[in-house]
């Protein structure tokens, strides 16, 4: 079988890009990055909630997830690298463990979220979004907040993560 000079140097052309961005580290893994939330109200987070929780127990389940997985979190804002989570809270979700006759739904959560990440540094490989949107099984039921952020974060090591790739993170709520 003869193969041309032209085909084999096209493609050599097309696979250099391929193998320079193998060289490009991975995101918050070598380098630090911070991670920000922004709670969609002016980034003030909700109260706690009686029966979802806080939304600093989303918060530290999100960066604790993060760290045992091996990422990179600064405590401070200079890094080269940001995580920022969008959420969108849920301002009426059931409150009743078992619904009954007249159901309460005063109780607030965390609806969905969207993770943008963003760097300065020039070598960094660009990264698309991650849309949170847990799906139950009843759709009457919510997360708690700090599932919210074990959850999230599962999805951010899904997609950042290289061959092998881990298994899809489910909701299980």
């Not at 919210?148 to 599962?154: M, V």
Request: net charge positive; charged share 20%; with cysteine.
């Amino acid at each position: 079988m003869r193969i041309s000079l032209g085909v084999v140097g096209l493609i050599a052309f097309v696979a250099t890009p391929l193998v320079a961005q193998d060289s490009t580290h991975v995101f918050c893994r070598e380098s630090p990055c911070v991670v920000m939330f922004d709670w969609s109200n002016g980034s003030t987070p909700p109260d706690p909630d009686r029966r979802y929780g806080a939304p600093s127990e989303l918060e530290a389940a999100f960066r604790s997830r993060l760290t045992a997985a091996g990422y990179k979190i600064a405590a401070n804002p200079p890094a080269p690298s940001t995580i920022t989570l969008r959420l969108t809270p849920q301002t009426r979700a059931l409150c009743d463990t078992m619904e009954g006759m007249n159901p309460d739904y005063s109780c607030h959560t965390v609806a969905r979220a969207t993770i943008v990440f963003s760097a300065s540094e020039p070598n960094a490989a660009p990264n698309t979004r991650v849309d949170v949107n847990p799906r139950c099984s009843d759709p009457k039921v919510s997360m708690a907040m700090a599932k919210f952020g074990q959850f999230a974060a599962d999805l951010v090591i899904y997609t950042l993560s290289a061959d092998p790739k881990p298994g899809r993170p489910n909701a299980k709520c």
